[in-house]
């Protein structure tokens, strides 16, 4: 017996690390090295998350603004804990591209060595099925587990909440298993706002549970429970509080995507099919019989999901309802295949057909994610021009070894967009303008204005209308989506000021363009970086002296006064 579980734990452990090694062999066959020193973006936002943990490296912990110099030292007001969690390597010495390497690696195997876990406690001990289970499982996710710090580090909290909360059902009178899932639901709190919410709410389910069947012991100890965990969850809840009137942090909530609506998209409901049909499944099952506590888990942490999802019906604030409790189910998918699949024998027909079709439902979603459509490793089909790309970034190390060979730190630079962002992850510099800049503090005007001094020249109506994302945020885009999913079509531009903005802006952009130089000044720009290869490169100020060149870049020192 030990030596089947010794093995299975060296597959799950193996099979997991396998899975999220994969990225650094599509780099190998596709750029000659293991570990590039400029890293590809392989799925969205991982620079964006990285540049956080490079801020938070370089003695910024409350990430004001990782991009903008002005606004370096304030506080984020969100949550950060998933940043300094990430940035543990670091602080051992780790280079932010080991980092990259090290954090998938690990939390990949953390993940799947609790989804072996989850699985043998909720599958009867199914050993092998438990294998399985969990490497598909990790495989399946993969994506966002090299996504770095926030699922990267939620999905392991995740389980560990799920399996406290399995405890508690299966020893509902015992006071330790509260102790586990009073500390994972506080934690939760502190770590992502779409877990807490899924925490929160399926305890509230299970609270609700324990009075529908009297068990009036179990209720006093859930009750105790959360009231240690509203102590714990009181700074955080003050400081939310305290965002409602804060002006700056409603900017920024507006930016980041919130919306003011009571309807659900109907993305939502198609994002989360596979949890709905988990549920329907579990429905017909207690019908006939009432739920084993795997079941009852599985019922409560996705009924959770589904409420979290559309909880905008009764607050009326949404922010990503539709994608966000959507990557929690994918990990409570994998939970719901080793229940079911342990239960597919069951004594009646309908029984078998609810667990089975419910069952082969999400071993199809699982399956097509992980190697059939291969959403979980979508970088291994990226075509040639995406490729190229891949190579061609390799090229801004260049001007990184200038900057920090010439010990070059704390200066704000103004680049063409695609290598901005790089300058601020691989340099100790800021810059004028990045797109990042807008989910972080910074006053609305401040933004606008250095978009458009970033983009002198070139500034018209429908750049203003195309690039709106990039000045207001993702909140008027999602404001629009909702508006069309409901044949009640408005534009983003329109919901941002429509032609009153544009026609301002066009007016500052006027401004910009004539005294450009004096813009610059105001944002104390101290070095122009030139792309060759870029067909997007910023406008040069008329007093520079060129320090640095070669076949393909070009770094400018401006001569402004004060310089």
């Not at 996710?141 to 508690?168: D, G």
């Not at 970088?379 to 900057?403: E, T, W």
């Not at 992850?425 to 933004?447: K, Q």
Request: hydrophobic letters at 50%; glycine letters at 6%; one cysteine or more.
């Amino acid at each position: 017996m030990k030596q089947r579980s010794l093995l299975a734990w060296t597959l799950v452990l193996l099979g997991s690390a396998l899975g999220a090694l994969v990225p650094f062999v599509y780099f190998r066959a596709t750029l000659g090295t293991w570990l590039p020193s400029v890293l590809p973006e392989l799925e969205a936002d991982s620079l964006y998350y990285l540049v956080q943990i490079h801020e938070v490296l370089n003695g910024y912990p409350w990430l004001g603004n990782p991009y903008i110099l002005a606004h370096a030292d304030a506080h984020f007001p969100g949550l950060l804990l998933p940043i300094w969690i990430a940035a543990i390597p670091g602080f051992f010495g780790a280079g932010i591209n080991a980092l990259f390497a090290l954090n998938p690696l690990l939390f990949s195997i953390i993940t799947g060595a609790l989804l072996f876990i989850l699985c043998k406690k909720t599958s009867e001990e199914r050993l092998w099925t438990s294998v399985v289970l969990a490497i598909l499982g990790t495989a399946s996710l993969h994506n966002l587990l090299i996504r770095p710090a926030v699922m990267q580090t939620i999905y392991p909290f995740f389980a560990l909440f799920l399996l406290a909360m399995l405890s508690v059902l299966r020893r509902p009178h015992a006071l330790r298993p509260y102790l586990w899932l009073g500390l994972t639901t506080a934690f939760s709190f502190y770590l992502y706002p779409y877990l807490w919410m899924v925490t929160f709410a399926a305890v509230g389910l299970l609270s609700l549970s324990l009075m529908w069947r009297r068990d009036w012991l179990a209720l006093r100890a859930l009750a105790v429970m959360g009231f240690c965990v509203g102590l714990a969850c009181l700074p955080h809840i003050l400081t939310i509080l305290s965002l409602f009137r804060d002006e700056a942090s409603y900017e920024l909530n507006l930016r980041i995507g919130l919306v003011k609506t009571h309807v659900v998209l109907p993305l939502t409901i198609t994002n989360n099919k596979y949890t709905i049909a988990l549920l329907l499944g579990l429905l017909v099952l207690r019908i006939k019989r009432k739920f084993s506590p795997a079941e009852t888990l599985l019922f409560l942490a996705g009924s959770a999901i589904i409420l979290g999802a559309v909880s905008n019906v009764i607050t009326g604030q949404e922010m990503d309802f539709h994608s966000h409790f959507w990557r929690l189910g994918l990990l409570l998918n994998i939970v719901a295949l080793a229940v079911l699949l342990a239960e597919i024998r069951q004594p009646t027909p309908l029984l078998r057909a609810a667990v089975g079709a419910s069952a082969v439902l999400l071993l199809f979603a699982t399956c097509n994610r992980t190697c059939i459509s291969m959403n979980a490793y979508s970088y291994l089909l990226r075509p040639p021009v995406a490729r190229a790309k891949d190579r061609s970034i390799q090229g801004y190390q260049r001007p990184f070894d200038y900057f920090n060979q010439k010990e070059i730190a704390g200066k704000s630079i103004l680049a063409p967009m695609s290598i901005n962002r790089y300058l601020a992850l691989y340099t100790d510099n800021y810059l004028l303008f990045s797109r990042g800049a807008r989910y972080h503090v910074i006053p609305n005007d401040e933004l606008l204005e250095r978009f458009l001094i970033q983009n002198s020249g070139h500034v018209d109506r429908q750049m203003l209308t195309d690039n709106i994302i990039a000045y207001a945020g993702v909140g008027p885009v999602h404001a629009s989506t909702y508006s069309a999913a409901y044949d009640d079509y408005v534009s983003a531009i329109d919901l941002f000021g429509g032609e009153a903005f544009l026609q301002k802006t066009m007016e500052h952009a006027k401004d910009v363009d004539r005294n450009y130089d004096r813009y610059l000044q105001k944002y104390d720009v101290q070095y122009v970086v030139v792309d060759k290869n870029d067909a997007a490169n910023p406008r040069l100020p008329s007093r520079v002296k060129s320090v640095y060149s070669d076949d393909r870049f070009t770094i400018y020192e401006t001569q402004f006064a004060g310089n």
